[in-house]
């Protein structure tokens, strides 16, 4: 998992770990190769700018200087910003007070939204609550059936009402099937598009309206980069998402997403995907992340 940027990352960082003093000229050398190495992982150039004179202003500082192993204190400085840059602690799940508490998953076709969906009603099982999910695509067939399947193979119920039905009804249905069966969680999987439009946010809009989430999911996949955060970005502009699920995290994805959609949309990544199997999600740390990536 990412890693092409860790070897960079490494390798700029490993010059000053056997240096016993800093000079000023070693810590602009290896933010050169920091800059350099988050560019090439496709990260935002203006989050590479701010990240780069952060840790330049912290690594240059008295504390560093005067400190026993100040090559030491550099990795730490770059292990806590890049910690920070994605959002610092972990960030769990808004419940409701009264449930069922309703998690909607919003994003793009093929960003993984079925997929995580189910992974996100297991770990739900995991912790004892009894989720039931809402097929709201009502423009593929396809995957009102692909959720079906899922269901049945984590044995959670699924509440669909076919394509020919406006998907807030189906939002609401599903609120009504969960008070029914004592369902505590709902999750509904909605449509996605090949691009961002209009139409689908105002969609998305009317079910949120009617059947208010208490967590609105974006799904992104990290493969896509930058676009993943264009793409975050256009979401969070026309609906009030709370947090973003990073999925195909296991691909030989460079790195862009991860480190730049918190920073750029200001949304919390809540968990990431690490692959197609049906397993529970993975709750996002951060600072796990920034170690694996520093090694
Ligand atoms: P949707 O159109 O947003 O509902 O996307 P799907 O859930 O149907 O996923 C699209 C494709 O991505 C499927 O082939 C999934 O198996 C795959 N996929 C979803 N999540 C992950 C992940 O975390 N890792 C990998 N490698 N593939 C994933």
Known sequence: ??????????????????KGKLTESDVQEAMREVRLALLAADVNVRVVKQFVDKVRERAIGQD??????????????????L?????????????????PTVVMLVGLQGAGKTTAAAKLALSFLKHQHR???????????????????????????????????DPVDIAKGAMEEARKQGADVVIIDTAGRLHVDAPLM????????????????????AMTGQDAVHVAESFSQSLPVTGVILTKLDGDT?????LTVRAVTG?????????????????????????RILG
Do not use: C, W
């Open 254 to 258: 460079r790195g862009g997403a991860a």
């Open 83 to 99: 910690a920070s840059l994605m959002g610092g602690s972990e960030e769990r799940l808004r419940m409701a007070a009264k449930p």
């Open 131 to 165: 989720p039931l999910m809402a097929a709201a695509d009502i423009y593929r067939p396809a995957a009102i059936h692909q959720l079906e399947v899922l269901g049945r193979q984590i044995d959670v119920p699924v509440f669909s009402l076919g394509t020919d039905v």
């Open 64 to 81: 560093v200087q005067k400190s026993l192993t100040p090559g030491q204190q550099v990795v730490k400085i770059v292990h806590e910003e």
């Open 202 to 221: 105002e969609e998305l809009s009317r079910i949120h309206q009617v059947v208010p989430a208490d967590e609105l999911l974006l799904v992104v996949d």
């Open 267 to 291: 949304k919390p990544i809540k968990f990431v995907g690490l692959g197609e199997k049906i397993e529970p999600l993975e709750v996002f740390h951060p600072d796990r992340l920034a170690s």
């Open 1 to 18: 998992m990412l890693e092409g940027l860790s070897n960079n990352l490494q390798k700029a960082l490993s010059k000053l770990k056997s």
